[in-house]
């Protein structure tokens, strides 16, 4: 590799990393969903750029939204799957006025995340591949582990205030089952879509958006527009309540989760920090906030550098997976650029918060939260027609078809707001709308997913 | 309304709550919106899951498929035209399907390969296959994982009888139904087990993977000369047809022999039929050996033909002495041509056949003996009888060589290796030896070379050795290279190289490299006792090589060991 074509690379990062900070502010949009529609471009219009260029491109996205997407998940309690812990901590350092600042911890753990990508790079090419070599016949009951600690580790939650009997057991248990019910309904919406899918073929790779924005994003949404908050005045702190020692518990706390979430396949960031923070027996706002910010960087951003890694070349993350329809890394040279543009970029992306933040708190100061959300209702459900419309016609559709898939994604939007709202009204934890994903892939990867899938009907 | 609904704090007067911001009037009910989450889950659940299960899985063609269908669920219908190919200790099978745009890789893991496996849906070699699966694109590869072992619906075309000389590369993917005998059964990697069958029509591979018997069952034990029946696809090994049964059941023993070459008469050969399978009968008129096996001539009244054996196929003849001239023979085997004569060459030594032995040697009764000078080149191709004392001896890798001579003139006697070892008195066979001698005259680099046909057309008249002054193993100098020396002494050590044996001897005075061909230690009688310490007498000529001295014998006979 020339030293041009490693420039090259950089720039194409940083540019992508200049982008996705622009896009990071629009609430509910997911870098995905971006890198959706260039995959789709390219696919309508032909490669525009040479591959290699496209997944420099992504990498700086990926990187710049790790850390960017804190703005929407605090000021405008938008989460992805991953950043759906960040919202309450957050929530109240918003309520206190102190927004600014829980961005900005999100920001250090991003810096903290990127660190500890570098710091990996030496040991990540026979570290990893011998991980996999072990780990790969036991995938299916780490899952299952996995799946069972999410659901065993809930705790009643009642007021103690019914009298005892049923009434009472009902408090205690009520969000209990509602977070039950949410797996097992969000697990039934995952066995529909994976098996016989009513979205073309033509936007396959997109297939779950509307699920996820409809479990994760629309319930926010919704709940901002029931709620009427009214946001107080934000301060804009010049130094941050965190010592280097927490920063330092935080960073390898949020390492370990977003490290195993990146690994392992279907567990998300925010699954893989739930489990790390139970590990460490987090108990401080900033502690969390803080190891948040690592575990989602290192979920999105190691998660797409494992497809770079000499000997390894694995796939996880839906970016990775995108980039790996048009192009594979085939030297330790590209494994080496892919690090040097996450550190530039994820340096960048931290200055742009600051900055960006600012700009956020401007924004909610001036434009009612209600109407930005409301925008962001009206944004996400264009986005969630847009995907299947747009794949169906370059995919050689009719515009009634295209039609048709537009509303086939709304349709599957609905069905997963109904169930992400699920948790939201009984005070259940929203991760376990990653059933969508948990149910059926735990199933098929010890044997019984097509036998559960006869069951529902969904095999002619 | 004096305590927030939302966190149940006092808020008095308040529009809005101090502590957490919510509105205080104008406000949802919790319990509608419950209602109305459960009602949107559970019945556009169903709406959902009414509409999927009564949607068709879309059918694409290999040539489509893009990035935007990564993890599509898709049917794809073709052929299937590598694999399948099957890894029991990962439990990974795959098998790659073709339509008329172009391929995608079909892939089965753990439990689903094992259920298609199980159910027997597995798809073989140019089955017509209908398979619902996720797609996976990466970069050039697209590959489709079957998740549902009920979404592989295969289709096996009726099979059409055909000969296997009839096959030609038109009839890839075809199906067909052929007979034949087993020519050879052999192993060119771990992986593949290749049946050449033969029919009159000619032949064809049956390849028979690894994967299939891991599949299908092992394949039943085979020998050459078993008559088979198959059924499979015909596939294309660099454009030569070759056959690919489904099953290793597909492979059927027959009750009757199936034929594999038409007999013929010999004066009806011609260049046209060069690649044939023949069957010819006749009479041995003339044989010998050659460098690489052994040579006939075949009469059959029609005309005569050249029948070759390559050694390998001399060496499995159950009585190579019978292979003699006067000898009754059929022989199997495919016409060829060299130096624009036409050959007979059996493949196997189950197709030289000996009806009635030849009485070996015969043509000592029948062949002229003839002096020396009177052999000229234009006599080549004759049989003579020859007789003269050795004047020289020389070694080569085929054989020995001693020149004779008559007073008049000077032959070279060459006996190949297998004539040499049926000598009756090869000890005697040495310089100054009186021999008399029978074979074909042949020419070689412009020597003119008597050939016996075997070791009884080989008389010593009167036996002969080498005789040499004795030198001691350290008094041999570079002068004496090219002159012939005896040495003795006790072995130091023993060396083997690639084509032989290095022995150093000292008698005292020194060592002394002996140096002894293949084809000489193989002769030398007593070589298993040629160990160090081991008295030994060696007269050879003196040879340098790289330096170094070597005496190197002719003869197995100039080595005596003791």
């Known amino acids: ?460 | 309304m004096s305590h927030c609904p939302s966190c149940g704090r006092y808020v008095g007067p308040y529009e809005a709550c101090p502590h957490c911001g919510a509105s205080i009037g104008d406000r949802l009910p919790i319990r509608t919106a419950k209602a109305a989450a459960i009602l949107l889950a559970a019945l556009g659940l169903a709406a959902l899951w009414f509409v999927a299960v009564r949607s068709p899985i879309p059918t694409v063609q290999a040539g489509q498929v893009g990035a935007t269908m990564n993890f599509a669920y898709v049917r794809i219908e073709g052929q299937v035209v590598r694999g399948p190919f099957y890894y029991p200790d990962s439990g990974y099978l795959s098998f790659t399907l073709a339509d008329d745009t172009g391929e995608v890789r079909v892939a089965a893991y753990r439990t689903t390969a094992e259920a298609l496996r199980a159910e027997g849906r597995v798809p073989a070699f140019g089955d017509h296959v209908s398979v619902a699966g996720t797609l996976r694109v990466q970069g050039e590869s697209t590959s489709l994982t079957i998740n549902v072992p009920e979404h592989v619906e295969t289709f096996r075309p009726e099979a059409e009888p055909r000969a296997l000389g009839s096959l030609t590369p038109d009839d890839y993917l075809r199906r067909v139904r052929v007979r034949g005998q087993v020519w050879s059964v052999r192993q060119p990697s771990a992986g593949l087990t290749l049946i050449t069958l033969r029919d009159t029509s000619g032949a064809a591979e049956i390849a028979v993977p690894r994967s299939l018997e891991l599949l299908t069952g092992e394949l039943l034990p085979l020998e050459p000369g078993q008559s088979v029946e198959v059924v499979g696809t015909v596939d294309l090994y660099r454009d030569t047809p070759q056959i690919v049964p489904a099953s290793v059941m597909d492979v059927v023993l027959l009750p009757e022999e199936v034929p594999v070459a038409e007999p013929v008469q010999v004066g009806m050969l011609t260049d046209a039929d060069v690649g044939r399978m023949v069957e010819i009968s006749g009479t041995v008129t003339w044989a010998g050996p050659f460098s690489a096996g052994f040579k006939f001539g075949l009469d059959d009244g029609s005309g005569e033909v050249t029948v070759l054996l390559w050694q390998d196929t001399y060496e499995g003849l159950s009585d190579p002495a019978a292979l003699a001239a006067g000898a009754q023979v059929r022989v199997t085997g495919e016409v060829s041509i060299y130096r624009g004569k036409i050959e007979v060459v059996p493949s196997r030594a189950m197709d030289v056949e000996v009806l009635t032995p030849g009485s070996g040697g015969t043509t000592e009764s029948t062949a002229p003996e003839v002096p020396l000078s009177a052999l000229t080149p234009d006599r080549i191709g004759e049989t003579v009888a020859v007789r003269g004392t050795v004047v020289d001896t020389a070694s080569f890798s085929g054989g020995f060589k001693f020149t004779l001579d008559d007073g008049a003139g000077q032959v070279v006697l060459l006996l190949w290796l297998a004539t040499y070892d049926d000598l009756a008195d090869p000890a005697g066979l040495n310089l100054s030896a009186q021999v008399r001698a029978t074979g074909r005259l042949e020419a070689y680099e412009g020597t003119l070379q008597v050939v016996p046909a075997s070791g009884a057309d080989v008389e010593v008249l009167a036996p002969g050795r080498a005789q040499a002054p004795l030198r001691g193993t350290g008094s041999l100098a570079a002068d004496d290279a090219g002159t012939r020396v005896a040495v003795e002494g006790a072995i130091t050590r023993v060396e083997p190289f690639s084509g032989g044996r290095r022995v150093w001897i000292d008698d005292g005075t020194g060592e002394v490299l002996v140096l002894l061909w293949d084809n000489v230690h193989q002769r030398v009688p007593g070589r298993d006792q040629m160990v160090p310490g081991a008295w030994v007498q060696v007269i050879g000529i003196v040879e340098e090589y790289r330096g170094t001295l070597e005496v190197v014998p002719v003869l197995p006979q100039d080595v005596e060991v003791r």
């Not at chain 1, 850390?67 to 605090?74: A, E, F, G, K």
């Not at chain 1, 299916?140 to 049923?166: C, F, N």
């Not at chain 1, 949020?254 to 925010?270: H, K, M, N, W």
């Not at chain 1, 609905?414 to 009984?426: E, K, S, Y």
């Open chain 1, 1 to 460: 590799m020339s030293t041009a074509d490693f420039i090259t690379g950089l720039l194409f990062a940083v540019g992508g990393a200049l982008i996705a900070s622009a896009l990071s502010l629009v609430p509910a949009l997911h870098i995905y969903n971006i890198a959706g529609f260039l995959i789709l471009g390219t696919a309508a219009l032909g490669p525009f750029l040479p591959p290699e260029h496209l997944a420099m491109l992504f990498l700086g996205m990926v990187t710049s939204y790790s850390i960017l997407n804190t703005i929407p998940s605090i000021f405008l309690s938008v989460p992805d799957d991953s950043t759906v812990f960040v919202v309450l901590p957050g929530q109240k350092y918003l309520m206190q006025r102190r927004g600014y600042e829980a961005a900005v911890l999100t920001g250090v753990g991003g810096l903290g995340g990127v660190a500890a990508l570098a710091l990996l790079t030496p040991i990540a090419p026979r570290l990893f591949p011998a991980l996999r070599a072990i780990l790969q016949r036991h995938i299916h009951w780490l899952l299952w582990t996995v799946i069972a600690y999410m659901l065993l580790s809930e705790w009643p939650k009642g007021t103690d205030r019914q009298p005892p009997g049923w009434r009472r057991w009902w408090d205690g248990w009520k969000s209990l089952t509602a977070g039950l019910v949410t797996f097992f309904l969000s697990g039934l919406l995952g066995f529909v879509l994976m098996y016989r899918s009513i979205l073309p073929p033509a936007s396959a790779y997109q297939n779950l958006l509307p699920a996820f924005v409809g479990l994760f994003a629309v319930p926010w949404v919704l709940q901002n527009l029931l709620a009427r908050v009214e946001l107080p005045e934000q301060h804009v702190a010049r130094s941050i309540d965190i010592t280097p020692w927490l920063v330092l518990r935080g960073t390898v706390a949020g390492a370990l989760g977003g490290l195993f979430a990146a690994f392992f396949p279907v567990v998300t960031g925010g699954i893989g920090g739930f489990i790390a923070g139970h590990a460490t027996a987090q108990r401080d706002d900033r502690l969390f906030i803080v190891s948040q910010g690592v575990s989602k960087v290192v979920y999105y951003v190691g998660g797409f550098l494992l497809f770079f890694v000499p000997g390894l070349h694995l796939t996880r993350g839906g970016m990775a997976w995108m980039v790996s329809t048009l192009w594979r890394p085939h030297t330790p040279h590209d494994y080496y650029l892919a690090v040097a543009a996450v550190v530039a970029t994820g340096a960048l992306s931290f200055f742009l918060l600051l900055r960006l933040t600012r700009l956020a708190i401007r924004l909610v100061a001036r434009v009612h939260y209600r109407r930005i959300s409301l925008a962001t209702l009206v944004l996400l459900l264009l986005i969630v027609a847009a995907v299947p419309t747009a794949g169906e016609w370059i995919g050689g559709g009719t515009p009634a078809s295209a039609l048709r898939a537009g509303l086939d994604g709304l349709l599957i939007c609905g069905v997963a707001t109904g169930i992400g709202l699920i948790p939201v009204l009984w005070g259940s934890r929203r991760m376990n709308c990653m059933g969508v994903l948990l149910l059926p892939i735990g199933l098929n990867m010890i044997g019984a997913g097509a036998t559960v899938a006869g069951w529902l009907g969904l095999i002619p």
